[in-house]
């Protein structure tokens, strides 16, 4: 099973790596850029029997590992067999 | 707009931070892992009057900043106004 983890900052955290890269695209030259949020995507290959089962794995790597969750929020998505 | 842009190594691409992740995951314990990647989202809020115009610009952004095309791929996706 391959699940796919979205790591995103939670909204009201500050978030430097977005503002950089707002920054950094009016620098180029791009008009009306707002809020720009930078996160993780982190696919991992892992043994389960259903889905079920591979999600709620994935949820325990997240919280042991993955997200902080302090101030990060996480969705897990299920790819495929 | 809002669009969110997902930038990931391209199959192939030695990606450490993804071993990494993999093997602390192994190391805490979990069994079964298997490959893991890491990559990028980034949530862009911009002003464009539809959303083919608001995808255009932002694979121009991804073209120009966000993106090495050389070992990254990247998949937009427009939210919503």
Same mark, same amino acid.
């Given at each position: 099973?391959?699940?796919?983890?979205?790591?995103?900052?939670?909204?009201?955290?500050?978030?430097?790596?977005?503002?950089?890269?707002?920054? &950094?695209?009016?620098?180029?030259?791009?008009?009306?850029?707002?809020? !720009?949020?930078?996160?993780?995507? @982190? *696919? $991992?290959?892992? /043994?389960?029997?259903?889905?079920?089962?591979?999600?709620?794995? &994935?949820?325990?790597?997240?919280?042991?590992?993955?997200?902080?969750? !302090?101030?990060?929020?996480?969705? @897990? *998505? $299920?790819?495929? /067999?």
């Amino acid at each position: 099973m391959r699940v796919r983890i979205h790591v995103t900052p939670k909204s009201g955290v500050l978030d430097p790596q977005g503002k950089a890269i707002g920054n &950094a695209l009016t620098r180029l030259g791009f008009q009306g850029i707002g809020d !720009v949020r930078a996160g993780k995507i @982190i *696919e $991992v290959q892992l /043994e389960a029997p259903d889905a079920d089962a591979a999600k709620n794995q &994935a949820k325990v790597m997240c919280e042991r590992l993955l997200a902080n969750k !302090v101030i990060e929020n996480y969705v @897990i *998505e $299920v790819l495929n /067999e």
